[in-house]
């Protein structure tokens, strides 16, 4: 067990986990405000892979993970406007439509990157990782905080933003009030739909950020069905953290720990394996429902479409 | 001075049956979605270079005009037709089960492991009848805890599936590489079922007795449905869970019953799978049959007989798809392009169909206008 506390492997396990939160950090920050806004976003998976996609790209091309970054913010939003405009717009049904775009995502981004770079597999150098000058000599938590993507710290920063306006703001209202009572929010001259359609965008941009962080910064390069599940965890993110920004902020980040501690633990050399390591986020949410199982509360209008001037 | 006072012609109230449609019509609307995604794909394929016209020559002729391609769809048939009468008898109630694919990969390591020793030991009658009964346990058993804490708890059941599900993905791993492993060199997996112990073959063809039970299964599904008290239960409980409650129905046995015959047919297509068509459960291995068929199941708008129709036009992609998009030096998976946009295509056609379906309900009746209210989904 001292093994396992020593210098290196906790820096590597901060910085681990980081890297794997910053994706689902993004997409559940996404899928919150889009669930708040009443429109729940099962294609999350999919806007991630078109971030992931576009912002690969868009750092090959441009040389820069910056504007990669915002090819994959892109990216995302694009894919958002299918669910904009079959769900929010024509009000199909949500969940077979983001099933849906889940499935063309895989196969459209699978498609053009096979038809781009045939079977090789590109893989971008320069990743954009800085240092935080004075914070980065603290010993552990230096080298594994202060060393990352400035995105991350974006990330964080947006988080509370986010928090802010949703709470504190008139637009905040508005969204929540678009999710909890849509004809309240009809009645008072808000357009719903228009609230509704900012929402997903806004959605699929983070999203889109967030994917576009695994093949930039992760992987450093793009393949095929690469999120692996990571959009589906964001969903459960966001529907466990009920809209609050913090457990949000606090789950992907215990979430990211969960999902890096095998090469924490293989530098103390402990094995455990991987399939072990992968179902532990799962079990820990399956537990915790089970122990504290309480009323998970989403908002009241959640998925259900609004038709102006029914009862 | 008279006035006179201008009286419009008393209204006449007409009141007719809403418009139902004729068989052309549902025709109509079941093709017209094929053939825009086909078109539609065929643009994207001409685009990326590759002539369209061969590649769907080349998916016919691979999945349905080769002896060997059609004999595989209806393979494929059986394994797919199973999982979606799963997802109908849960849809139905109105439980979102998304955990189909946990359900699916853990029963298939499960009876895939045991059976090589069992069919050996007692037999290949018995054995075979022990694995796919144990197919359906296991499924049905994943889904126990989702439907426990929705039923006692109220927990959002998307969630608890998905957990269950991902979790049931590895775990299935765990097994296969753990106890369930084989002694054989090579990939991990089970040990093979020898081809004279797995499911008998219909005639002298390739094609297994998995159809006869799916298809079966489908049928028992539709009547149970349509024509039982527990299908009607099932689907009042799905179409207004308050109203099942003042009718005296019981929603929280109602849900566990639901979640485990979902399960249980799941698991079934699991067995079927293995000790008909795999004969062994190879580590990894994830077709993910559960999520594509989930919008697949809506759009035949869960009638079982409309689902039977579009599983075996989607096995035939597949299997036919699977080798045109080798030959046409494509990554397999453009099936899924391909099937996403059916499914676009399909929503779409359903939002207008329901668009003039309210119109022409508002036509016809009183033009004081009833406000017409939403199809209950």
Same mark, same amino acid.
């Given at each position: ?311 | ?96 089960? *998304? +955990?189909?694919?946990?359900?699916? $990969?853990?029963?298939? @390591? &499960?009876? =895939?492991?045991? %059976?090589?020793?069992?069919?050996? #030991? ?124 003042? *009718? +005296?129905?019981?929603?929280?046995? $109602?849900?566990?019953? @639901? &979640?485990? =015959?979902?399960? %249980?047919?799941?698991?079934?297509? #699991? ?107």
């Amino acid at each position: 067990m001292n093994d396992l506390l020593t210098e290196p492997v906790l820096t590597a396990l901060i910085a681990s986990a980081l890297l794997a939160m910053a994706p689902l950090l993004f997409a559940a920050l996404g899928e919150s405000v889009s669930e708040q806004a009443g429109v729940l976003n099962v294609g999350l998976e999919g806007m991630m892979l078109f971030g992931a996609y576009a912002g690969f790209n868009g750092a090959l091309y441009l040389h820069s993970s910056w504007l990669g970054l915002l090819c994959g913010a892109l990216g995302g939003v694009l894919a958002s406007l299918v669910m904009v405009i079959l769900c929010v717009r024509m009000r199909l049904d949500q969940i077979v439509v983001g099933v849906a775009l889940f499935l063309f995502a895989e196969g459209v981004t699978s498609l053009l990157h096979g038809a781009q770079f045939g079977h090789e597999y590109p893989r971008i150098d320069h990743t954009g990782e800085v240092d935080v000058p004075l914070l980065h000599d603290i010993p552990v938590v230096g080298k594994s905080f202060f060393h990352q993507h400035p995105i991350v710290y974006v990330g964080i920063a947006l988080a509370f933003a986010i928090r802010w306006m949703l709470r504190r703001t008139s637009i905040g209202l508005s969204l929540r009030a678009a999710g909890e009572a849509p004809a309240a929010l009809d009645a008072a001259g808000v357009d719903v739909t228009r609230t509704r359609t900012a929402a997903v965008m806004a959605c699929g941009a983070l999203a889109g950020i967030g994917g576009a962080y695994l093949s930039i910064v992760g992987a450093g390069s793009f393949t095929p069905m690469m999120t692996q599940g990571a959009g589906f965890m964001a969903i459960v993110l966001a529907m466990l953290a009920r809209g609050k920004v913090l457990w949000v902020i606090t789950m992907s980040f215990l979430f990211g720990v969960s999902l890096s501690i095998s090469t924490a633990l293989q530098l103390a050399g402990i094995t455990i394996s991987t399939d072990v390591i992968q179902m532990l986020p799962y079990v820990t949410v399956i537990v915790v429902l089970i122990l504290f199982a309480r009323r998970s509360y989403l908002p009241s209008a959640l998925a259900l479409p609004y038709f102006r001037g029914e009862r | 001075m008279s006035t006179t006072v201008q009286v419009d012609p008393p209204v006449q109230i007409v009141s007719t049956p809403p418009h139902t449609p004729g068989r052309a019509e549902v025709l109509g609307q079941a093709v017209l979605p094929v053939v825009l995604s086909i078109v539609a794909s065929g643009v994207l394929l001409a685009i990326l270079g590759r002539d369209p016209f061969t590649f769907y020559g080349d998916v016919l002729h691979n999945g349905l005009l080769t002896g060997f391609g059609l004999q595989q769809s209806i393979v494929r048939v059986a394994t797919l037709l199973l999982i979606a009468g799963g997802l109908i008898v849960a849809f139905r109630a109105n439980l979102w089960n *998304l +955990g189909g694919d946990g359900q699916w $990969l853990l029963a298939a @390591a &499960f009876v =895939a492991g045991l %059976a090589p020793r069992l069919v050996d #030991a007692v037999g290949r009658t018995p054995g075979l009848a022990l694995m796919l009964v144990l197919g359906c346990v296991i499924g049905a058993a994943w889904t126990v805890v989702p439907a426990f804490l929705k039923a006692v708890y109220g927990v959002n059941e998307i969630i608890a599936t998905l957990m269950m599900n991902f979790i049931g993905i590895n775990l299935a791993n765990i097994l296969v590489k753990g106890p369930f492993l084989t002694d054989l060199p090579g990939v991990p997996r089970t040990n093979i079922l020898p081809l004279a112990q797995r499911l008998p073959l219909i005639g002298s063809s390739q094609v297994h007795v998995g159809i006869v039970i799916a298809v079966a299964m489908m049928l028992l599904i539709h009547f149970g449905m349509t024509r039982t008290p527990l299908g009607l239960r099932l689907r009042v409980l799905g179409a207004n869970p308050r109203a099942a409650v003042h *009718l +005296g129905l019981r929603p929280k046995r $109602l849900t566990f019953v @639901a &979640f485990a =015959a979902s399960g %249980a047919l799941i698991g079934l297509s #699991a067995a079927v799978s293995m000790l008909g068509d795999w004969g062994s459960f190879r580590a990894d291995f994830n077709p993910a049959y559960g999520f594509l068929m989930v919008p697949l199941v809506f759009l035949a708008r869960m009638n079982a007989l409309g689902t039977m129709a579009l599983v075996a036009v989607f096995a035939v992609i597949q299997i036919g798809g699977d080798s045109a998009t080798r030959q046409a030096d494509l990554p397999a998976d453009f099936v899924l392009v391909l099937v996403g946009l059916l499914l676009f295509f399909m929503a779409i056609t359903e939002y207008y169909r329901l668009r003039r379906e309210r119109r022409l309900d508002l036509a016809t009746t009183a033009p004081a206008g009833g406000a017409t209210r939403g199809a209950i989904r």
